[in-house]
């Protein structure tokens, strides 16, 4: 019989199967069947071995426990079959004569059908069906130039956003195949762009990770503006949406290559960020690169500073 058939007619479906994400416990689940499979000397199929790559069983989880419409086949596409679109075939798939709506993004094409309200014809966003357009889901432009898969030259924050997008779509469509072009070869290898694609998203990353320590350390102040007092800056333990068991006191911190400080909330008690083991007793207080703001006692934790930002 057909390994997915066996597999589906073995499977309890639950009656809420969107409800589940449990990614890891799906593929336990198969792998346990592949076993049951193979105790009954059904031949070995390649799918066992392939179970343990986590994006197989996320596209074959999303099948399984997809819509009612792909559960049943309908005219979506069997999951271990990746299917490889140029992208004139791709730019078929619009809705436009009632046909199935795809979509691509960083070169990975997914069927948007069950949400055609905002892909198909007359959605909000019909631009992005039958097409990678994977710049314009962080740059905004939605014109005919801004309808793009080229993504060279995008800031650290865009390619994050980039990142947030793939996850989306990945955890909401149903996965079918790629788009050759920019990102991947006709037989689905990844193209030397798909790799330097990689290394702008590691480099984001890492900058991404830099910047949620340096906000750890120095997190933001709480800001508000009246037109009586001007600006009022001030710390709490939850200040910038950064928890911690200290308060600290507003100051201006310049970072290396700009000219504009931001306000930070500053330990200033026990040791430094940077010395943990100092016997220091000022906090953060003594780093180079914070300057009080004019006005505004040294220990205050709210500050009017007016225009001194």
Not at 208 to 234: Q, Y
């Amino acid at each position: 019989p057909n390994p997915t058939v066996f597999f589906l007619r073995y499977l309890q479906m639950p009656d809420n199967p969107l409800g589940i994400v449990d990614i890891d416990g799906a593929c336990t689940v198969m792998l346990a069947l592949l076993d049951r499979l193979a105790a009954t000397h059904l031949p070995p199929w390649e799918a066992r071995l392939k179970c343990l790559k986590h994006d197989w069983c996320k596209r074959t989880f999303s099948y399984i426990h997809g819509t009612p419409s792909e559960a049943a086949g309908g005219n979506s596409i069997d999951p271990l079959v990746e299917r490889i679109f140029t992208t004139e075939e791709l730019s078929k798939f619009t809705g436009e004569e009632g046909e199935e709506v795809y979509i691509a993004l960083l070169g990975k094409v997914f069927n948007v059908t069950r949400g055609a309200q905002h892909y198909g014809p007359g959605g909000g966003y019909h631009f992005f069906a039958g097409r990678d357009a994977s710049r314009a889901f962080v740059s905004g432009d939605f014109e005919n130039d801004g309808l793009t898969d080229d993504i060279e030259g995008l800031s650290p924050e865009d390619f994050l956003g980039l990142e947030d997008w793939s996850v989306f779509y990945e955890n909401s469509y149903q996965y079918i195949g790629k788009v050759a072009g920019r990102f991947y070869n006709n037989d689905g290898s990844p193209t030397e762009y798909w790799y330097k694609y990689q290394q702008w998203r590691e480099e984001a990353l890492k900058k991404r990770i830099l910047k949620d320590e340096e906000m750890a350390v120095f997190p933001p102040c709480n800001m508000e503006w009246k037109p009586d007092i001007g600006t009022r800056v001030w710390c709490t333990t939850s200040s910038g949406g950064i928890r911690r068991e200290w308060v600290g006191v507003p100051r201006k911190l310049f970072k290396t290559g700009s000219s504009t400080p931001r306000c930070a909330c500053i330990k200033d008690s026990g040791p430094p960020s940077s010395d943990p083991d100092s016997d220091s007793d000022i906090g953060d207080l003594g780093n180079p690169n914070l300057k009080e703001y004019k006005d505004c006692k040294p220990t205050a934790v709210s500050c009017n500073i007016g225009d001194d930002n």
